[in-house]
T-cell receptor, first 113, second 113 residues
């Protein structure tokens, strides 16, 4: 059963702590993406990766970091430098970087207090 | 970046048709997408249309594209309470180096029994 998994579904952290959100896909997709969603807003692109060992900043990369050591995994770290980290985070993948159809995971809701 | 605009709310009675509208600005967009998001979940790809098409029908869903006015609509026939969700319009360029998507803010569809 192919798909994208994100864990955990809910995450709580204290201000000043780094936190890593997991994203795994078994679709054999080359490209992966991280988005942030705030209430009443569309999705904003944080980072994307076109292929293993390569990634680029999206529109709102400040305060975030990623790695892409394996094709199936694209973890996102929310650092203490991110000024307003509380949000719903969505991971997506597509067959390759030139294919715009993206498939999404279930999301992780991060709350920082 | 590209601008994708949607109205934020739509309410309909069960059994009626729903029409969700979207406008976009990038004339080079080659694909236009509709995604559905249920509460607390990720985005589900509903349907998409190529920019060289005017209409696409898929069961209860009909997508209409007016390229001249850069207007996209999603019609849901015989709307059910299970259709209550947020619907996102997105535009993408399959030929670009990165198949990124630009999302609208989403239309909250509420279906009354």
């Amino acid at each position: 059963d192919g798909g994208i998994t994100q864990s955990p579904k809910y995450l709580f952290r204290k201000e000043g702590q780094n936190v890593t959100l997991s994203c795994e896909q078994n679709l054999n997709h080359d490209a992966m993406y991280w988005y942030r969603q705030d209430p009443g807003q569309g999705l904003r692109l944080i980072y994307y990766s076109q292929i293993v060992n390569d990634f680029q900043k999206g529109d709102i990369a400040e305060g975030y970091s990623v790695s892409r050591e394996k094709k199936e995994s694209f973890p996102l770290t929310v650092t203490s430098a991110q000024k307003n980290p509380t949000a719903f985070y969505l991971c997506a993948s597509s067959i390759d970087a030139q294919t715009a159809e993206q498939y999404f995971g279930p999301g992780t809701r991060l709350t920082v207090t | 970046g590209e601008d994708v605009e949607q109205s934020l709310f739509l309410s309909v009675r069960e059994g009626d048709s729903s029409v969700i509208n979207c406008t976009y600005t990038d004339s080079s967009s080659t694909y236009l997408y509709w995604y559905k998001q249920e509460p607390g979940a990720g985005l589900q790809l509903l349907t998409y249309i190529f920019s060289n098409m005017d209409m696409k029908q898929d069961q209860r869903l009909t997508v209409l594209l007016n390229k001249k006015d850069k207007h996209l609509s999603l019609r849901i026939a015989d709307t059910q309470t299970g259709d209550s969700a947020i619907y996102f319009c997105a535009e993408g360029d399959r030929g670009s180096t990165l198949g990124r998507l630009y999302f609208g803010r989403g239309t909250q569809l509420t279906v009354w029994p």
